[in-house]
């Protein structure tokens, strides 16, 4: 099994910014475990969505939604991915749950975090 901690969610203003991190332990046997890491939102009433997943070799996916104002990063050495919000909005208030496994779609990953709230006020 595959731990994912996150951290890093909180309160700001709109405009501001946050960084969240995630990182994995456990029965991480092979890289292949974890050859894809990212993160996913939701907010009440709504289907969890894709926010942004990195590979391993640094291929990233981004919903359009946080293009130019969100970044994903990940340290390989250290099992752990990071996602900097920049430039955040109301609409960016949401659980952020960081996922990982070898391999993710907009519908997720096999491996979950509990997820971190980030609420951005207006």
């Known amino acids: 099994q595959v731990q994912l901690v996150e951290s890093g969610g909180g309160l700001v203003q709109a405009g501001g910014s946050l960084r969240l991190s995630c990182a994995a332990s456990g029965n991480i046997f092979s890289t292949n475990v974890i050859a894809v890491m990212g993160w996913y939102r939701q907010t009440p009433g709504k289907q969890r969505e894709l926010v942004a997943t990195q590979t391993r070799g640094g291929s990233t996916v981004y919903a359009d939604s946080v293009k130019g104002r969100f970044t994903i990063s990940r340290d390989n050495a250290k099992n752990t991915v990071y996602l900097q919000l920049n430039s955040l909005k109301p609409e960016d208030t949401a659980v952020y749950y960081c996922?990982?496994?070898?391999?993710?779609?907009?519908?997720?990953?096999?491996?979950w975090g509990k997820g971190t709230l980030v609420t951005v006020s207006s």
């Open positions: 996922a990982a496994g070898p391999g993710c779609s907009s519908d997720g990953c096999p491996y």
